[in-house]
């Protein structure tokens, strides 16, 4: 099945730093692909929809100018999180999908850890 | 009311017990649905797709009724290794065709005890 890998897994760093996370689809091309974020036993929550070769659309009451999306390529889409602070701690997952309403490939997920 | 509603469980069963969860949704637009399991600071990963049918796989069945918005997933004699967070899963779909957007339940955690 298709692939989509997400990096790093696990980040801690200082309160104010900016942090970056990775989502390739490695098998497949992902015109579009989706933030996730997770906090412990709550469901997965859409941040933002990243488009390749344009501008990420992102969900009510997510700011964009914290949560920077990058959608280079077509296997390519990255989430910045600038000057973190401990709220910002959560678990973010990417995820791709073939097409309009198929099934989703998710990244492994990256822990936040902020401090 | 939430988009994608599920059993606030937990559910904790015995090895070999069946368990079922329910689910509901709120758009009748929907298109497509699934059921995602989630183990603990992991990734979802798809357990199965929801076709109007129904549709099993070994001892797991799906079901949709698109009358009564409700989405059932089944699961026969229950092994420790189905603990995990059980999510369903719906594609709400978009008046203008270009809403990728899948909509997840809260999930139903699931734990089977030897």
């Known amino acids: 099945g298709a692939v989509v890998s997400q990096h790093p897994s696990r980040v801690i760093c200082k309160s104010g730093t900016s942090v970056k996370i990775e989502c390739r689809s490695l098998?497949?091309?992902?015109?579009?692909m989706f933030w996730y974020r997770q906090f412990p036993k709550q469901s997965l929550m859409l941040m933002a929809t990243s488009n390749e070769g344009s501008k990420a659309t992102y969900e009510q009451g997510v700011e964009k100018d914290k949560f920077l999306i990058n959608h280079a390529s077509l296997t390519l889409s990255t989430l910045t999180v600038t000057s973190a602070h401990p709220e910002d701690s959560s678990f973010y997952i990417c995820?791709?999908?073939?097409?309009?309403?198929?099934?989703?490939?998710f990244g492994s997920g990256t822990q936040l850890s902020v401090l | 009311r939430k988009e994608v509603e599920q059993d606030p469980g937990p559910f904790n069963v015995p090895e070999g017990a069946t368990v079922a969860f329910n689910c509901t949704y709120s758009n009748s637009a929907s298109q497509s649905f699934f059921w995602y399991r989630q183990d603990c600071r992991k990734e979802p990963k798809l357990l199965m797709s929801v076709y109007s049918s129904g549709n099993e796989d070994g001892r797991f069945t799906a079901q949709l009724n698109r009358a009564s918005q409700y989405i059932s997933l089944l699961i026969r004699d229950s092994k420790l290794s189905d603990s995990a967070t059980y999510l369903c899963?719906?594609?709400?779909?978009?008046?203008?065709?270009?809403?990728?957007?899948?909509?997840f339940g809260k999930g139903t955690l699931l734990t089977v005890n030897p």
């Open positions: 098998d497949f091309q992902a015109t579009t």
């Open positions: 899963v719906s594609f709400p779909g978009d008046s203008g065709g270009s809403n990728y957007k899948l909509t």
């Open positions: 995820s791709a999908s073939l097409g309009l309403g198929e099934k989703l490939f």
